[in-house]
T-cell receptor
């Protein structure tokens, strides 16, 4: 079983819809949880990160972490065509030096 | 402020050739790392460095060498290229390890080994 599971999609939704992206993980050592957005042929860019269970909001984006269920989510409200990209969840253990463990990414398409 | 700069953007190598992928950052970040991204595999850590003079192996280090002589630069060397090393390579940096400020990624190097 992979450490981080993420549905690769593609996920296609109409403009204005609420998008829900999810990852599950198995290693309880993960303490930091991040979401990256990657446009085609570009490097990943950090959208949000959190280190505790609960919700964190930034504009149209909300990151949700449930450590008891080992489940993390990213919600996008009022989705725009410019949100079309691949979204990667990334997790890190407390030490941090050994880098990030990424999900495979979900390809999101927002239809105008 | 350029962030993380990777060169070259594209490269084609023949099997057995060697080359160095360059990575430079101007943010005074202590932590730097190299990832490879393959279809269906996600991003995997190759090597990382927590500061000048210190490097360590990640998940997939075989066939790659790194060094960190300065804070700014973290080159990745392919010793004898193999078709299995065809991938997109990303360099990423962070202010420190263990205190997560998020990673800044470069724009990547697309490498094809024939």
């Amino acid at each position: 079983q992979k450490e981080v599971e993420q549905d690769p999609g593609p996920l296609s939704v109409p403009e204005g819809a609420i998008v829900s992206l999810n990852c599950t993980y198995s290693n309880s050592a993960f303490q930091y949880f991040m979401w990256y957005r990657q446009y085609s042929r570009k490097g990943p860019e950090l959208l949000m990160y959190t280190y505790s269970s609960g919700n964190k909001e930034d504009g149209r984006f909300t990151a949700q972490v449930d450590k008891s269920s080992k489940y993390i989510s990213l919600f996008i409200r009022d989705s725009q065509p410019s949100d079309s990209a691949t979204y990667l969840c990334a997790l890190q253990s407390g030490g941090g030096a050994d880098g990030l463990t990424f999900g495979k990414g979900t390809h999101l398409i927002i239809q105008p | 402020n350029a962030g993380v700069t990777q060169t070259p953007k594209f490269q084609v190598l023949k099997t057995g050739q060697s080359m160095t992928l360059q990575c430079a950052q101007d943010m005074n970040h202590e932590y730097m790392s190299w990832y490879r991204q393959d279809p269906g595999m996600g991003l995997r850590l190759i090597h990382y460095s927590v500061g000048a003079g210190i490097t360590d192996q990640g998940e997939v280090p075989n066939g790659y060498n790194v060094s960190r002589s300065t804070t700014e630069d973290f080159p990745l060397r392919l010793l004898s290229a193999a078709p299995s090393q065809t991938s997109v390579y990303f360099c990423a940096s962070s202010k420190e390890y263990g205190f997560n400020y998020g990673y800044t990624f470069g724009s990547g190097t697309r490498l094809t080994v024939v």
